[in-house]
């Protein structure tokens, strides 16, 4: 009966948004080179094909991702950088301090979560970042999900744009990755619905007007045109839950960044896109 | 003045004389439109960008008068001819008063 | 099959979705009009009104007007609460009379361009563009 209910649900189809042409490719710049399809990794039974959230959105919202004048992502990695300049904190540091360009950080966002050694812990970018404000800056800690760690999420993203994601799932993250694949498939809330309800096996299929996409996080800090601002990974999985009528987890709760690392490498073979642009 | 405003403009460095130039715009702003409500159900005052003005060399290239349906975060795109070397001004204005200011000098070859 | 209450439920939820009717135009856009219009006869052609047939986010609808030789374009979203969506005039130095941006639009309605031509005449386009409700409110 489960079954069917959800069925209920998503079989409902409406005028949907003319959908993109589905073999589009996604080119930033004219030069940087998204890949948006390919084969799913070996530890992801439930699909064949990973597909980018992009392939999913319509002509003109896929358009504002192309050019990163078009995309209103950009004017916060821009705000990011300003910061990634300020001093901040008892110590007198910058981010520019120790890690001198954002440049720099080419090549970090692809392979986050990931264990770190000396802290004993998993640790998503935002913990990382935090970490840093600190421990090194002696400063604040930002939100998990404010607008100050979205834009600088933003930033480190950008500078990856293009770089394949590879997550590791072995190892001393094992357990985390266990914790987070149990949580991707257990259904949750009023509507009983799991995450792989929608985004393993109903991905490509509309829920009301709202074309299902496969879940992917490689895009994230994803610029959502519905409010205008970046959107962290934590506060869409917040947003995900509550639309099943569960009582969801708390953003950075080692629950959502054991469901981050097993969500990001689910889309180990694809392109950082962040900041993308979504619905 | 409203918070964390950033203009950015994007303006091609050299053209040739005459040629037609395509500008994009974009304005970081919230454009609260006055039609909402803030969570105890008083209505959020409006507070946008009502114009945009672009000169070149002291002639007008556009003049726009925006309204609260223009999205958060305001962006133009539209075309120019440029006569001769010179600065692109563009000016944003916001209803407290703010005036937000970017320019952009072109090459002509 | 016999259908629980959930299942009754979650049909009609699907069935609201459907639903979405276009919001009526309002004498407030033809006033609006009428403002920048003076009342004038509108014409057709020699205007172009780009934009979507259906937009996945009412927040944020690129649109792009182009009027040869116009020396001002309004834009209407006739079924918003204030229809007035953008005014663009033309100086010397717009090499074309075009202007691309993005728009609200609070349901499905007409966007209208207007265009005044320098022999004060006026002409408009438009279209309508659905707005679609998506589920997921995240």
Same mark, same amino acid.
């Given at each position: 009966?489960?079954?069917?209910?959800?069925?209920?649900?998503?079989?409902?189809?409406?005028?949907?948004?003319?959908?993109?042409?589905?073999?589009?490719?996604?080119?930033?710049?004219?030069?940087?080179?998204?890949?948006?399809?390919?084969?799913?990794?070996?530890?992801?039974?439930?699909?064949?094909?990973?597909? +980018?959230?992009?392939? #999913? /959105?319509?002509?003109?919202?896929?358009?504002?991702?192309?050019?990163?004048?078009?995309?209103?992502?950009?004017?916060?990695?821009?705000?990011?950088?300003?910061?990634?300049?300020?001093?901040?904190?008892?110590?007198?540091?910058?981010?520019?301090?120790?890690?001198?360009?954002?440049?720099?950080?080419?090549?970090?966002?692809?392979?986050?979560?990931?264990?770190?050694?000396?802290?004993?812990?998993?640790?998503?970018?935002?913990?990382?970042?935090?970490?840093? /404000?600190?421990?090194?800056?002696?400063?604040?800690?930002?939100?998990?999900?404010?607008?100050?760690?979205?834009?600088?999420?933003?930033?480190?993203?950008?500078?990856?744009?293009?770089?394949?994601?590879?997550?590791?799932?072995?190892?001393?993250?094992?357990?985390?990755?266990?914790?987070?694949?149990?949580?991707?498939?257990?259904?949750?809330?009023?509507?009983?619905?799991?995450?792989?309800?929608?985004?393993?096996?109903?991905?490509?299929?509309?829920? /009301?007007?709202?074309?299902? +996409?496969?879940?992917?996080?490689?895009?994230?800090?994803?610029?959502?045109?519905?409010?205008?601002?970046?959107?962290?990974?934590?506060?869409? #999985?917040?947003?995900?839950?509550?639309?099943? /009528?569960?009582?969801? #987890?708390?953003?950075?709760?080692?629950?959502?960044?054991?469901?981050?690392?097993?969500?990001? +490498?689910?889309?180990?073979?694809?392109?950082?896109?962040?900041? +993308?642009?979504?619905? | !003045?409203?918070?964390?405003?950033?203009?950015?403009?994007?303006?091609?460095?050299?053209?040739?004389?005459?040629?037609?130039?395509?500008?994009?715009?974009?304005?970081?702003?919230? !454009?609260?439109?006055?039609?909402?409500?803030?969570?105890?159900?008083?209505?959020?005052?409006?507070?946008?960008?009502?114009?945009?003005?672009?000169?070149?060399?002291?002639?007008?290239?556009?003049?726009?008068?925006?309204?609260?349906?223009?999205?958060?975060?305001?962006?133009?795109?539209?075309?120019?001819?440029?006569?001769?070397?010179?600065?692109?001004?563009?000016?944003?204005?916001?209803?407290?008063?703010?005036?937000?200011?970017?320019?952009?000098?072109?090459?002509?070859? | 099959?016999?259908?629980?209450?959930?299942?009754?439920?979650?049909?009609?939820?699907?069935?609201?979705?459907?639903?979405?009717?276009?919001?009526?135009?309002?004498?407030?856009?033809?006033?609006?009009?009428?403002?920048?219009?003076?009342?004038?006869?509108?014409?057709?052609?020699?205007?172009?009104?780009?934009?979507?047939?259906?937009?996945?986010?009412?927040?944020? %609808?690129?649109?792009?007007?182009?009027?040869?030789?116009?020396?001002?374009?309004?834009?209407?979203?006739?079924?918003?609460?204030?229809?007035? %969506?953008?005014?663009?005039?033309?100086?010397?130095?717009?090499?074309?009379?075009?202007?691309?941006?993005?728009?609200?639009?609070?349901?499905?309605?007409?966007?209208?361009?207007?265009?005044?031509?320098?022999?004060?005449?006026?002409?408009?386009?438009?279209?309508? %563009?659905? %707005?679609?409700?998506?589920?997921?409110?995240?």
């Amino acid at each position: 009966m489960k079954k069917l209910a959800v069925a209920a649900v998503l079989s409902v189809s409406v005028a949907a948004p003319s959908v993109a042409d589905e073999t589009a490719n996604l080119v930033l710049n004219g030069e940087t080179q998204i890949t948006v399809r390919a084969d799913a990794p070996a530890h992801v039974d439930g699909l064949s094909e990973i597909i +980018s959230g992009w392939v #999913f /959105r319509s002509d003109e919202t896929q358009a504002l991702q192309m050019d990163d004048f078009d995309n209103p992502g950009m004017i916060f990695v821009d705000e990011a950088r300003d910061t990634w300049n300020e001093a901040s904190g008892e110590a007198g540091e910058s981010c520019a301090s120790c890690h001198g360009e954002p440049e720099s950080m080419a090549g970090v966002r692809p392979v986050y979560p990931k264990w770190n050694e000396e802290a004993g812990e998993v640790r998503t970018l935002a913990m990382q970042i935090n970490d840093c /404000r600190e421990t090194r800056m002696e400063a604040e800690p930002w939100g998990y999900t404010s607008g100050a760690m979205a834009n600088m999420e933003a930033l480190i993203s950008s500078v990856s744009r293009g770089m394949t994601i590879n997550v590791a799932i072995d190892g001393p993250v094992a357990a985390t990755y266990a914790a987070g694949e149990e949580l991707y498939y257990t259904r949750t809330g009023q509507l009983e619905l799991s995450c792989a309800s929608c985004h393993e096996q109903n991905y490509g299929n509309y829920i /009301r007007a709202d074309h299902l +996409s496969q879940g992917h996080i490689n895009g994230f800090p994803v610029y959502r045109l519905k409010n205008a601002k970046l959107n962290t990974v934590h506060a869409r #999985f917040k947003g995900c839950v509550r639309d099943t /009528r569960a009582e969801t #987890f708390s953003p950075g709760s080692p629950e959502f960044v054991a469901l981050e690392l097993y969500v990001a +490498s689910r889309g180990n073979g694809l392109s950082v896109e962040g900041p +993308s642009v979504r619905n | !003045m409203a918070e964390n405003v950033k203009p950015r403009v994007r303006v091609p460095g050299t053209a040739s004389a005459g040629e037609v130039i395509t500008i994009k715009t974009l304005i970081s702003h919230t !454009m609260e439109s006055g039609q909402r409500k803030d969570d105890d159900g008083n209505t959020i005052p409006r507070s946008i960008i009502n114009r945009f003005v672009v000169d070149f060399n002291g002639e007008n290239v556009i003049d726009v008068q925006l309204e609260p349906a223009i999205s958060t975060n305001p962006f133009f795109e539209f075309q120019a001819t440029v006569p001769e070397s010179g600065t692109f001004n563009f000016t944003w204005y916001d209803d407290d008063g703010s005036v937000y200011t970017e320019a952009k000098d072109i090459t002509v070859s | 099959m016999k259908l629980t209450r959930r299942q009754t439920m979650l049909a009609a939820m699907g069935t609201a979705a459907i639903a979405a009717l276009p919001i009526k135009a309002s004498a407030a856009a033809d006033d609006a009009i009428a403002a920048f219009t003076g009342g004038a006869e509108l014409g057709e052609g020699g205007i172009t009104l780009t934009a979507p047939e259906i937009a996945e986010n009412g927040n944020t %609808v690129p649109i792009e007007v182009s009027a040869p030789g116009a020396e001002a374009i309004a834009i209407f979203a006739d079924g918003n609460p204030t229809p007035a %969506v953008a005014t663009v005039l033309f100086g010397p130095l717009a090499a074309e009379q075009m202007a691309a941006t993005r728009i609200r639009l609070a349901g499905t309605q007409d966007v209208v361009a207007v265009a005044r031509m320098p022999d004060g005449s006026f002409v408009q386009a438009r279209q309508e %563009v659905k %707005v679609t409700i998506g589920g997921c409110g995240g």
